[in-house]
């Protein structure tokens, strides 16, 4: 299994920008796809969820403002997130759950300045 997230950046309070995880070695279309967050010091915290496509789930924090979307045809989920705020700066991971074990990319560095 590998996952290779890209799309981090700077971006400064108010902005947009679009993770992308291209995943391998799974079947793609009936995995579970999410994105955690984590920042210096502390855990990694939950943003969200793909069961299936039309099984979303969103930690509150990011609730209306985050999307995340899948493309079964490139083995890709996405991670749409609008109205950014300095909170928001963390290293983002994708991750999938494969028979009990939970795989984890490698990490993209999103930055928002205020």
């Known amino acids: 299994v590998q996952l290779q997230a890209s799309g981090g950046g700077v971006v400064q309070s108010g902005g947009s920008l679009r993770l992308s995880c291209q995943a391998s070695?799974?079947?793609?279309?009936?995995?579970?796809m999410g994105w955690y967050r984590q920042t210096p010091g502390n855990e990694r915290e939950f943003v969200a969820r793909?069961?299936?496509?039309?099984?979303?789930f969103y930690a509150d924090s990011v609730k209306g403002r985050f999307t995340i979307s899948r493309d079964n045809a490139k083995n890709t989920v996405y991670l749409q997130m609008m109205s950014l705020k300095p909170e928001d700066t963390a290293v983002y991971y994708c991750?999938?759950?494969?028979?009990?074990?939970?795989?984890w990319g490698q990490g993209t560095q999103v930055t928002v300045s205020s």
């Open positions: 991750y999938t759950p494969q028979g009990g074990k939970t795989f």
């Open positions: 793909d069961r299936s496509g039309s099984d979303l």
């Open positions: 070695g799974i079947i793609f279309s009936l995995s579970v």
